[in-house]
Structure formats: C-alpha cells, structure tokens
C-alpha cells in the first residue's frame, strides 16, 4: 500500500492550491480516503474526507465552502482543491487511508503555506 501527495507549495493569501494523492496496492474505487493537515505546534487535524464511490464528502469548518475534495477511481487518485487560502491553512496536508484488513496507512505530506 501507497499513497504520496502533491501539489503543495507557497502562495498568498487568497490563493488556490491543488493536492494529489496517489494511491496503490489496494481496490481504490472501495476505500474511503481523507485529508489531515498538521500545522507547526498542533495536532494533526482531519480537513476532508471522501467515500468510496465518490458520492459523499465532508468537510472541517475550517475549510468548508473554501475546499473540495473529489478522486478519480480510474486513475487511483484523490484530490484538495483548496480556494481563498489564508495564512492559517499554512501546514504539512497528508493523505490518509484506513484499510479493514490493513490497517492505517499515511503519505509523506505535503508542505503548503500562504503568506505575503
């Protein structure tokens, strides 16, 4: 089992920002995946989650209205396509799978932060 992210980087307030995870090694298309987050000094924090199917999504009140989450069962990819950015979704964004028979399973991360 793997998943890598990417798509972080620097941008400024107001800015958009576009994660990938890249997932294999298991049946994609049947597995529920997230996004955690994790800023310097705080715990890591559940940003989006998504189904399966793809047919239901939620979201923190951090980044509800501001971010969607969607995945391509074809490609065996999840995406955060994150809007409007602000200084405080400054953090290391991190792909997360829980697999019945497996286990946990978390990418390496990927840095984004927003600043002017």
């Known amino acids: 089992v793997l998943v890598v992210e990417s798509g972080g980087g620097s941008v400024q307030p107001g800015g958009s920002l576009t994660l990938s995870c890249a997932a294999s090694g298991f049946t994609f298309s049947t597995a529920p995946m997230s996004w955690y987050r994790q800023a310097p000094g705080k715990e890591r924090e559940l940003v989006a989650a998504i189904t399966g199917a793809g047919d239901s999504t939620k979201y923190s009140d951090s980044v509800r209205g501001r971010s969607t989450i969607s995945r391509d069962n074809a490609e065996h990819r999840m995406y955060l396509q994150m809007n409007n950015l602000k200084p405080e979704d400054t953090a290391v964004y991190y792909c997360?799978?829980?697999?019945?028979?497996?286990?946990?399973?978390w990418g390496q991360g990927t840095q984004v932060t927003v600043s002017s």
């Open positions: 997360y799978v829980h697999l019945t028979s497996l286990g946990d399973y």
